[in-house]
């Protein structure tokens, strides 16, 4: 079974076993437009890869078209672009705050997590490992554990 290691400044502060298949929603609020962002990502063969990318705009720089190798569909109020083959290894994000960004991810089937309280301003890596079970929050310092 895969680990999920997410990291901040080079300390990993999430450690979680993930199965292939398993997806990582990163949902924000767009710093022009002001509408929902998701991004949703799927552990597959030790990686994270690009499954999918839904907004309801498509100003500001936001996608309009499909990726090579991938497909836009309209299904109101969202539009989702899938596919495209993108591999990140390791993924670093950067997090914004209550005022930008307001970035949170969720992990099914656990709750969402409210990114942008946990580490405001932070810039997080993301990566797949060979490792054992089990699931570990490390609390940042100042912040108590999530519950």
């Not at 929902?36 to 309009?64: I, K, M």
């Amino acid at each position: 079974m895969d680990q999920l290691v997410v990291s901040l400044r080079g300390t990993p502060f999430l450690w979680r076993s993930v199965p292939p298949g398993q997806r990582l929603v990163f949902r924000s609020i767009h710093s022009v437009q002001k509408t929902p962002l998701e991004d949703e990502l799927v552990v597959s063969g030790g990686r994270l890869w690009g499954w999918e990318e839904r907004t309801q705009s498509h100003n500001a720089g936001l996608p309009t078209e499909a990726p090579r190798n991938g497909t836009f569909l309209m299904v109101p109020p969202w539009m989702h672009i899938r596919g495209g083959r993108r591999v990140f290894a390791p993924l670093h994000y950067r997090v914004g705050t209550d005022a930008l960004g307001v970035n949170r991810l969720w992990i099914p089937p656990e709750g969402e997590r409210d990114l942008y309280r946990l580490c405001p301003g932070q810039l997080l890596t993301f990566q797949v490992l060979r490792g054992c079970l089990g699931i570990r929050w490390t609390p940042l310092r100042g912040q108590e554990e999530p519950k």
